[in-house]
């Protein structure tokens, strides 16, 4: 039987969560070196960064310490999908779950009110993400973001940290000033003034170290000591109803896309109806040939639940930004659904009470002053492809 945990959050992070994502799509390249990146190097595999290579490097200086890498374009649209799906996986284990913006393939798990022991739930964990997904994750385990930030983070893949609440100062006293989040300049002072270590931080009185540093090094004093207040803020799960479709051959035609992406549009609104549900958003995704992923949001100015109305703003969308390659596979998600639509009236619609009261504050406005300076946009020829001649605007007096 498990004991309540009061307070305690568990961080799992996943080293190198490019890398991973791509080998896991890509099997064959599993034991090959590995660089992510354009211009610069966004991720690389471990025997990469053993020769020296490091996120943020140029491309070229990366490819001259590994010549045997593989290099790979980013393919943010796959890993953000496939991190989606982990926190859902994740959010079977505890409603309240948190992803870090900032770093892909890190997630903060609420464990209060769950009845678990920890070293049970974290072996769980890890073993749940390894079955569902491949990916050999660490833990983390404590009172604060922080801490259970840190101790993932340092912990190897497939190992778990647990760091009990009164012990968070003595577990980060002996870690590199690294691990805090100072910015280049506070980091660049501390080295010069020789703290290399969190101990150091916290070994300093409060105010003499605010006094140096501002609030940037009272908020590193405090998580030095281990404080750390923010609260774990819960990801909240969109619906959604999402078709897919698996080409017979890659299309080279964008008609071929066409056909496709209408197809599934008109397939996903049919589910929507019947669920009774309006649609805001529609995001199109593909599948490219022969990796990457091109994807399209269509954000609609107010809720539809026809699926020709939200075809024509689609259509309209690819034919600005079509795929760039040959398409294997297509997804239409759709997104932000509601029960009922809202529409955006106009303010000033007609004669009605509201334009005599304008009307009325134009001329007041007129008799305190020679000319008005209060106008309203006519329009004139909104077709024409010179934004002047599109509209005008006209006094209110003469309207």
């Not at 940290?161 to 003595?170: F, L, M």
């Not at 080295?191 to 006094?211: D, N, R, T, Y």
């Amino acid at each position: 039987m498990g004991i309540k945990v009061a307070s305690m959050i568990a961080c799992l992070y996943i080293a190198r969560f490019a890398v991973e994502a791509e080998r896991a799509r890509h099997p064959e390249i599993v034991s090959r070196l590995l660089l992510i990146g354009e211009a610069t190097v966004l991720d690389c595999s471990l025997g990469a960064e053993a020769s020296g290579v490091r996120p943020g490097i140029r491309m070229s200086e990366a490819i001259g310490l590994c010549h045997n890498a593989i290099v790979l374009p980013p393919d943010m649209p796959y890993y953000n999908r496939l991190f989606e799906e982990m926190l859902d996986h994740l959010q079977e284990l505890s409603p309240e779950i948190e992803g870090d913006s900032s770093v892909t393939g890190l997630a903060y798990i609420a464990l209060r009110g769950l009845p678990v022991q920890l070293g049970p739930f974290a072996e769980q964990l890890i073993a749940g993400v390894h079955r569902c997904f491949g990916f050999m994750p660490s833990v983390g385990i404590a009172g604060g973001k922080f801490v259970a930030r840190v101790a993932a983070r340092i912990s190897r893949p497939g190992a778990a940290r647990i760091v009990p609440r009164d012990g968070e100062a003595e577990f980060l006293a002996p870690l590199p000033v690294s691990h805090l989040p100072a910015s280049d300049a506070l980091s660049w002072r501390l080295a010069m003034l020789g703290i290399e270590k969190i101990g150091q931080v916290a070994s300093l009185p409060l105010g003499a170290f605010q006094a140096q540093f501002g609030p940037e090094g009272r908020h590193c004093w405090e998580l030095a000591q281990g404080i750390d207040s923010r609260p774990l803020v819960p990801r909240i799960k969109e619906e959604t109803i999402t078709r897919r479709l698996q080409l017979p051959a890659p299309a080279v035609s964008l008609d071929a896309v066409m056909v496709g992406v209408e197809r599934l549009v008109h397939a996903a609104y049919g589910e929507a109806r019947q669920a009774g549900r309006w649609v805001r958003k529609v995001t199109v995704r593909g599948g490219l040939d022969p990796a990457g992923t091109w994807e399209l949001p269509v954000a609609f100015r107010e809720a539809l639940a026809d699926p020709r109305d939200a075809w024509f703003a689609i259509k309209a969308a690819i034919v600005r930004r079509p795929p760039e390659r040959p398409v294997e596979e297509l997804e239409v998600q759709l997104v932000g659904l509601s029960a009922e639509s809202g529409k955006q009236a106009v303010m000033f619609e007609g004669k009605g009470r509201l334009w005599r009261q304008v009307e009325e504050a134009v001329r007041q406005i007129g008799m305190q002053r020679e000319q008005p300076r209060l106008g309203r946009v006519m329009p004139l020829e909104p077709w024409s492809r010179i934004p002047e001649r599109r509209a005008a605007l006209v006094e209110l007096s003469d309207v």
